[in-house]
């Protein structure tokens, strides 16, 4: 069983940064890929990034592109997002996702059906 659990949300300033985590745990962890997803209240839950983990392979939604930094420490069996620039539409919580160890090819990777383990999600609140 694969658990996942985020930390690092909260409330800031429009403006403001913040840094997600996302530790991994479990009989073996070996996800493909790592990403983040967010769901705004009365949303339905978008892709935000996501990493592949053994070429450390980055990929954006166009909303978040150059303002938020995915990066994983395999080490640590940990995955980071590095959100700066927050605007109040960030606003939503965050989930962490983790994939089957199996190749996911690139035009995958934002495709919720692509992840089968999940956390529980962080709240992220930005204020104007």
């Known amino acids: 069983q694969v658990q996942l659990v985020e930390s690092g949300g909260g409330l800031v300033q429009s403006g403001g940064s913040l840094r997600l985590s996302c530790a991994a745990s479990?009989?073996?962890?070996?996800?493909?890929?790592m990403a983040w997803f967010r769901q705004a209240p009365g949303k339905e839950r978008e892709f935000v990034a996501a990493?592949?983990?053994?070429?450390?392979?980055?990929f954006y939604a166009d909303s978040v592109k150059g303002r938020f930094t995915i990066s994983s420490d395999n080490a640590k069996n940990t995955v980071y997002l590095q959100m700066s620039s927050l605007k109040p539409e960030d606003t939503a919580v965050y989930y962490c996702?983790?994939?089957?160890?199996?190749?996911?090819?690139?035009?995958?990777?934002?495709?919720?059906?692509?992840?089968?383990?999940w956390g529980q999600g962080t709240q992220v609140t930005v204020s104007s």
């Open positions: 990493v592949v983990r053994s070429r450390a392979y980055t």
């Open positions: 479990g009989r073996t962890f070996s996800s493909y890929a």
């Open positions: 996702a983790g994939s089957r160890p199996y190749y996911v090819g690139t035009n995958y990777l934002k495709e919720r059906s692509s992840y089968d383990y």
